[in-house]
């Protein structure tokens, strides 16, 4: 017979369980993207535009051979499986609340059939649900919860089997949609890429420059990981390997830390599903935001990067040319939005999934949620990011701001961070003077924390 393999969040064909488990008794795979009609339309186009081109990719590595078909899976999945005489199908399993629904439909109408669904592994290195405190219960907090999860483990990454794709008509791939955004390059080989590049030059010294919005000193795999286009496992043994061979252990830790965040709020979610919209703890009554016209013009000016405030700017016109923001800048423009303009997160949180391409639900909602103060684990609701503060102290020359708000590029140095103490034509030097007496004269009392460095940077 023949088994499927069907694609969803783990657009390789390395480090792939589930496709080792297709593969085990050496029959022909089916390898499937099911382009759902439900959601394919309704996401955004940076996101469209990746999935169309990482699609390419998996069908180049594939032979040719990956088999699109349109529609809902709850109808497409079963058909294929009787067109094809598959009695497995294989899946890596899904998280997320909309994804676990599907997958129960799909797996009882596949039993109907006498095929089996079947799910092995996840995109986390540690599915969500499996770390748990002493007494069974999930963990309410991230610091016990990496140390659970380190103490946990993971598998080591699985090897590339000798896979026989099967010939199997195909839909045809989805065109790539017109963006005006520059976006990165989709696809295994683009992460590996990626990765083999940050190991090299990003790693060492990466917990220091990572704060920093004008270096380029993050990794950019949050697409590629979203995508599953490369797996968290893979990244840990590497970053283990590095270690062994010298990396600096502080960056090693810092990042294999930030990989737990990215699981701690899938696990969250996991326990959770109503996170995805719902606050989970109400710290503000819900009539407590601002709404009607002067709500409407200020989330305006937010989403198109005019508050007049140029760190926030600099970070939401980001977003809009290359779909990826900062992490430092997206926790300033959300506390911004939720602290300063008074509108609630989700508000934020959708303008966010419509343009980001590393947009997935678990760290967007529970990000937003970390920022307004209502997750789990939450920064506490009254901190707010000073956006001026932040600015100069993340992007110490300015340079990030000049980069995407070019109306102030005449604005030299950290002048540019506070455009209303200056005119274009004041000398440098007094630019200088101006913007290191200014912190302190601009914060507005208690409410403020000039720093606002959380664990979670
Ligand atoms: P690196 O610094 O290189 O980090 C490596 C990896 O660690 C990232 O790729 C990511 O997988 C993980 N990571 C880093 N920071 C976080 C974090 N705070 N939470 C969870 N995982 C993290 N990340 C997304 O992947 N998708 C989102 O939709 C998303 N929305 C966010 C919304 C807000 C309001 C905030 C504050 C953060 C959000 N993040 C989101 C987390 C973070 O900003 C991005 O993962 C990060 O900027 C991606 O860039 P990078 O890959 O270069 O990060």
């Given at each position: 017979g023949v088994s499927i393999l069907w694609f969803r969040r783990d657009l390789r064909l390395d480090d792939h369980p589930a496709l080792v488990a297709a593969v085990a008794d050496g029959a022909p795979v089916v390898p499937l993207y099911v382009l759902d009609d439900a959601l394919w339309p309704a996401a955004s186009a940076n996101r469209r535009s990746h999935l169309a081109r990482s699609l390419a990719a998996l069908d180049d590595a594939t032979g040719g051979r990956l088999v699109v078909r349109r529609g809902d899976p709850r109808e497409v999945v079963p058909a294929l499986a009787r067109e094809v005489g598959a009695s497995e199908v294989h899946v890596s399993a899904g998280h997320e609340p909309a994804g676990r629904r599907r997958d129960r439909d799909v797996a009882a109408r596949l039993a109907e059939l006498d095929v089996r669904l079947v799910a092995t592994g996840s995109p986390y290195a540690v599915s969500p649900g499996r770390v748990r405190t002493g007494g069974g219960t999930p963990y309410q907090v991230f610091t016990p919860f990496r140390r659970a999860w380190l103490d946990h483990g993971w598998r080591a990454p699985a090897p590339r089997p000798e896979v026989t794709w099967a010939d199997v008509r195909s839909d045809g791939l989805p065109a790539v949609p017109a963006t005006s955004a520059d976006l990165p390059e989709a696809g295994e080989a683009a992460a590996l890429a990626r990765w083999r590049e940050f190991l090299d030059d990003?790693?060492?010294?990466y917990g220091e420059a990572r704060d920093r919005a004008d270096l380029d000193g993050t990794s950019m795999l949050s697409v590629h990981l979203k995508w599953g286009e490369i797996h968290a496992r893979t990244l840990l043994a590497d970053l283990a390997a590095a270690q062994a061979d010298g990396a600096p252990a502080d960056d090693v830790a810092t990042f294999r830390s930030e990989l737990a965040w990215r699981e701690f709020h899938a696990d969250v979610l996991h326990h959770h599903p109503e996170a995805s919209s719902e606050s989970l703890r109400a710290v503000v009554p819900d009539d407590a935001w601002a709404d009607g016209p002067d709500a409407d013009a200020a989330f305006e000016a937010w989403a198109r990067g005019r508050t007049g405030y140029p760190f926030v700017d600099a970070g939401m016109r980001q977003l809009l040319a290359t779909g990826w923001m900062h992490n430092r800048v997206r926790m300033v423009v959300a506390s911004f939005l939720v602290k300063d303009l008074h509108l609630p997160w989700q508000r934020g949180a959708a303008h966010f999934m419509a343009h980001l391409v590393d947009g997935d639900v678990p760290q967007n909602q529970l990000n937003w949620q970390w920022v307004a103060g209502t997750g789990r684990d939450a920064a506490p609701y009254f901190r707010v990011f000073n956006p001026v503060a932040q600015g100069l102290r993340f992007d110490p020359d300015g340079d990030y701001v000049r980069r995407w708000v070019p109306e102030l590029r005449a604005l030299r140095g950290k002048a540019v961070h506070e455009p209303w103490k200056h005119r274009a034509d004041d000398a440098p030097d007094d630019l200088f003077a101006a913007a290191d007496r200014s912190v302190e004269d601009d914060d507005p009392g208690p409410r403020r924390d000039a720093d606002g460095s959380p664990a979670s940077g």
């Open positions: 990003g790693l060492a010294g």
